[in-house]
Every structure is written in structure tokens, then in C-alpha cells.
């Protein structure tokens, strides 16, 4: 693992936490079809602007107790976590990848799923622009691993045809994202048609092909698999046994699918054996 100073970390937590503000931007108003960068950021209760002092990350809410400078209306403290989340993102990334292109690319993709989280979470819809962010960072991952060891990244499927014998090679990410989507997509539909309402939607389906063009087709997709359906699991008990819920109630599925991909690119490493074992003999 790479160690980084602490001066490094620092200015990663800034530079992360900087990010997160505008991941708070993006959570709001993106589902609400608003501008990302018009109007400025204001306070949404008295419409004032918010300046540099309002805006610094994380700081700016401890030093203001969570209310606005101006007319002393409390803020959300989501705002805060997203902003210190993506700053420890930033951090965690460098420190076990290292400053390289691929810590970079897992920060983006995380990125995309923090903010998955919570739109799911407060408008049960997963936009498309988000898990082609995703996916589209699985492929260029692929793509740099084909080209650098060749058809040893790759898939092959073979057959005798005759006396001649046939191999097609395809990309590990490309059969990833086929593989996820499909499985995740026959979950949907035999689920609509046992329960006769709709059980897991399309951007359900969407988010874990994404994850398959990250993860590939392998053990380390199966371990997502099996790790969504545990904390699926874990959160619907629990807010059933806290009442939050009833048994028939919906309850998104995106933000455990978020949830355990973050978990899957930061530590899949790790994660995946332990899992697996209880599996596999």
C-alpha cells in the first residue's frame, strides 16, 4: 500500500471534499431537471448567495452550526457527509492505489455512486448518465488492460466445428456488462411475475451492468451479487423491525447496490475471499 504524507492527504481531502460540494449540487438538482451551474448556490429558503464563506467544505457547516449566515434556517447534514465521504474517498483511493490513473478512475466511478445513492434514495429513479459513468470507466480499464497484456485480459469461447477449432476472444468488460445486465433483468422479470408488481427496475438493471463492466464476469461480480443481497437483506429487516417500513413497502434497491460496489472497488480484494468462502468449499 502507498504511503502518502500527510500534506498530500490534506490537499486530497480538500480537493475530495471540494468535489463532494458540488456531488451535493449535482444529488439536488438533477433529478429536478435544474441547471447545474445556474443559478449560484443559495440558500433555498431565503434565496441568498452564498458566498466563500458559506461554501468552504465541511468547515463552513461546523463553523455555522448548520444554519444559514443569513436568515438562520437549519441545512440538511447530508450536505456535510457527502462533502467529508468524497474527501476520505479522495484520500482512501490515493492511499491503496496509490496517485495513478486507476485511483483516479475508482474515485470517479465512486463519485457516481455516492450521488446514485442518494437519488435513488429520494426519487427511486437511477439516471442513465450516471451508470454510463460507471460502466464507461470499466471499459476504459478493460481497454487499458487489453492493450497492454493482450488476450490474457480477455474471454475466449471455443468450439470444434468439423476438424476445425474455433476461439473468439471478447473483453472481460463487455461480457461483464452483458452477463450482469441479463442476470439482473431475469431477476426483474420473474419478480414482476411472481409478485405481479414490479419488484427491481430498469435502472436497477442498468446499475449492475455497469458494475459487471467494472468488475468483469468473475468472482469479483458474484461476490457484488451476493453482497447486495446481504445488505439488501440487513436494511429491509431493519426497517421493518424499526417500523419505517412494512413488509410490502418498496424499498430502493439502488442505494444497497451503491453501497456494495463502492465496497467492491475500494476493498474487492479482500472482500471477495471472505465472501466466496462461504460459498465455495
Known sequence: MPGLSWIVSVLLFLLGASIGSFLNVIIYRFPRAK????????????????TFVDLIPVLSYLLLRGRCRHCGKRFSIRYMLVEAAAGLLAVGCAHLFGLTAYALGVFIAACALIVIFFIDLDHMIIPDQLTGIVAAVGLVFDGYRLAVFGR????????QIGSQHYSVYLPRSIVGLVMAGGVFLLIAWVSQA???KPAMGMGDVKLAAA????????????SYFVL???IGAAVSVLLIVLRLRRRRDYVPFGPMMAVAGLIMLLWGDAVAPWILNWYIP
Open 35 to 50: 441547471s447545474l451551474v445556474f443559478p449560484p448556490s443559495h440558500c433555498l429558503s431565503c434565496g441568498a448567495r452564498l
Open 152 to 159: 490474457e485480459q480477455t474471454i475466449a469461447f471455443s468450439e
Open 194 to 196: 411472481v409478485f405481479k
Open 211 to 222: 458494475m459487471g463492466a467494472m468488475l468483469g464476469p468473475g468472482y469479483a461480480f458474484l
Open 228 to 230: 447486495c443481497i446481504l
